[in-house]
């Protein structure tokens, strides 16, 4: 079954850029899936952040948008995350999730219904000096 | 922005109980609902999909219903397994967000 492994440093400096990877194991990053990441500041809920097609079509989320490049290597089997400008509000679990789709036929429309239903175990980073 | 609005934030109930957790959204998107399960220290769980399809696994006294803007997850008979965090998220509109609900905590009477 898929498994999904973030990696990157824990440590991050304020001002810097935060960059994790997302390694896929037991299926490929070419599926027919999105391929998303999420953060949790420490005692909070959860932020997503934005998602990834093999193709590398993107889409991130808006309060985010202008600081989030996520990218795919697929030679590699993985994708990536680089949050720029960071500050200690930035400081947070990060997971990647691989986002699932079940769809069905209504009448002539097709609806698409997406879940993240594959997760990494996360990876703690810390915004400090 | 669709906001996702849980309730309660925490709740405490005891083995063997029958728990209701509420999602609102603040538009209507349909049925375009997830549920996830969150303990310490570990990543989330999706326990239900498309506001009412149970995962591949999970325990069949997790159940989900809703449309529109208002949606619940039912615990038929808590667990010791069931005190966790839990999250609603919507995918209605995925460009603009898989936007979470706050969460709210079962705690252990």
């Known amino acids: 079954q898929v498994q999904l492994q973030e990696s990157g440093p824990g440590l991050v400096k304020p001002s810097g850029t935060l960059s994790l990877t997302c390694a896929v194991s037991g299926g490929s990053i070419s599926s027919s899936n999105w391929w998303s990441w999420i953060r949790q500041p420490p005692g909070k809920g959860l932020e997503w952040i934005g998602e990834i097609y093999h193709s590398g079509s993107t889409n991130y989320n808006p309060s985010l948008k202008s600081r989030v490049t996520i990218s795919v290597d697929k030679s590699k089997n993985q994708f990536s995350l680089k949050l720029s400008s960071v500050t200690a509000a930035d400081t947070a679990v990060y997971y990647c999730a691989r986002i699932g789709d079940y769809n069905i036929l209504t009448g002539y429309k097709i609806h698409y219904y997406y879940y993240m239903d594959v997760w990494g175990k996360g990876t703690t980073v810390t915004v400090s000096s | ?109």
């Open chain 2, 1 to 109: 922005d669709i906001q996702m609005t849980q309730s309660p934030s925490s709740l405490s109930a005891s083995v063997g109980d029958r728990v209701t957790i509420t999602c609102r959204a603040s538009q209507s998107i349909s049925s375009y609902l997830n549920w996830y399960q969150q303990k310490p220290g570990k990543a989330p769980k999706l326990l239900i999909y498309a506001a009412s399809s149970l995962q591949s696994g999970v325990p069949s006294r997790f159940s989900g219903s809703g449309s529109g803007t208002d949606f619940t997850l039912t615990i038929s008979s808590l667990q010791p397994e069931d005190f966790a965090t839990y999250y609603c998220q919507q995918s209605y509109s995925t460009l603009r967000g898989y936007t979470f609900g706050q969460g709210t905590k079962l705690e252990i009477k």
